[in-house]
Nanobody
Framework: VQLVESGGGLVQPGRSLRLSCAASGMIFSTKAMGWYRQAPGKERDWVASITSIRTTGYVDSVKGRFTISRDNAKNTLYLQMNSLKPEDTGVYYC????????WGQGTQVTVSS
């Protein structure tokens, strides 16, 4: 299994970013997938997830601002992040939900003025 995250960057508070995760080596459409974030000096935490039938869930701090989606034809997971805040800063990773696969390299998101 390979997971490759992209789309991060340096943005000002209030702006938006869209993260992508290209998955290979798995039957993507059957997997519940999630986004995880590791803030500086902290553990990696769950941010959002989407099931194979597109049921979604979010950590309270991002509800109403982030949207997780998936394109099974492209084996790709997305995270649309709007109204970004400095506390959203961190390295974002995608992975399955439950039994985790090997982590990818992640994509850095920095929200700062």
């Amino acid at each position: 299994v390979q997971l490759v995250e992209s789309g991060g960057g340096l943005v000002q508070p209030g702006r938006s970013l869209r993260l992508s995760c290209a998955a290979s080596g798995m039957i993507f459409s059957t997997k519940a997938m999630g986004w995880y974030r590791q803030a500086p000096g902290k553990e990696r935490d769950w941010v959002a997830s989407i099931t194979s039938i597109r049921t979604t869930g979010y950590v309270d701090s991002v509800k109403g601002r982030f949207t997780i989606s998936r394109d099974n034809a492209k084996n790709t997971l997305y995270l649309q992040m709007n109204s970004l805040k400095p506390e959203d800063t961190g390295v974002y990773y995608c992975n399955t939900v439950g039994t985790l696969e090997s982590w990818g390299q992640g994509t850095q998101v920095t929200v700062s003025s």
